[in-house]
């Protein structure tokens, strides 16, 4: 596609329930992160995808948090258990080389 | 530890005025910078990347430095307009394919 695409836009979801967000990167990008925003602070790097290599989790804060991305393409976060502090904007981003990235809009997720 | 800080009060230039944003690392020597603009509801876009034997670089209206002794990069946008209005997030290297961001500077350009 033209651009990083994320879905969806927003999320409204009950504690303790279990969500999925899905990330479909510029086409032919091998690098792709995934990261956490909340108000007022920085990018937080929660995981990375390299090719055929395995993934850096080392930025994931619980066990709840997973990812995985199929054929070198899509991605999808999956969060289990929600809770109200994992509300905030979860960012994709994909790149060719690792010195630009392309951000998709995000997805502003709500746990209440 | 590693930290980037970025001033977190909105920055408030007059219309055609140079706005100067300030980004400070400390306790690690990154080989690059970047910075990118980010607008309300919207992912980051990449706008500038400088490298530590870097001094200076420009884009159009956008110039950023790079001062390994400060441990600082300011970033310039000259003859600013009401477009340019965003926020503004500073990133530098951690590791070969890892970014530490700033939280970002909020600019705000008034006519």
């Known amino acids: 596609g033209a651009g990083v695409s994320q879905s969806p836009s927003n999320k409204v979801t009950e504690k303790g329930k279990d969500v999925e967000l899905r990330c479909d990167p510029i086409?032919?990008?091998?690098?792709l992160y995934w990261y956490r925003q909340s108000l007022g602070q920085g990018l937080e790097f929660l995981i990375y995808f390299q090719g055929n290599s395995a993934p850096d989790k080392s930025g994931l804060p619980s066990d709840r948090f997973s990812a995985e991305r199929t054929g070198g393409s899509v991605s999808t976060l999956t969060i289990q258990r929600t809770q109200q502090e994992d509300s905030a904007v979860y960012l994709c981003?994909?790149?060719?080389?690792?010195?630009?990235?392309?951000f998709g809009q995000g997805t502003r997720l709500t746990v209440v | 530890s590693q930290k980037i800080e970025q001033n977190s009060e909105a920055l408030n230039i007059q219309e055609g005025k140079t706005a100067t944003l300030t980004c400070n690392y400390t306790n690690y020597s990154p080989a690059y910078l970047q910075w990118y603009r980010q607008d309300p509801g919207r992912g980051p876009v990449f706008l500038l990347l400088i490298r530590e034997n870097e001094k200076e670089k420009r884009k159009e209206r956008l110039k950023v430095t790079f001062d390994t002794t400060l441990k600082q990069s300011l970033f310039h946008i000259t003859a600013s307009q009401p477009a340019d209005s965003a926020t503004y997030l500073c990133?530098?290297?951690?590791?070969?394919?890892?970014?530490?961001w700033g939280a970002g500077t909020k600019l705000i350009i008034k006519p």
């Open positions: 990133a530098s290297q951690k590791s070969n394919y890892q970014l530490i």
């Open positions: 981003a994909s790149s060719q080389t690792p010195t630009e990235a392309f």
């Open positions: 086409s032919g990008h091998t690098a």
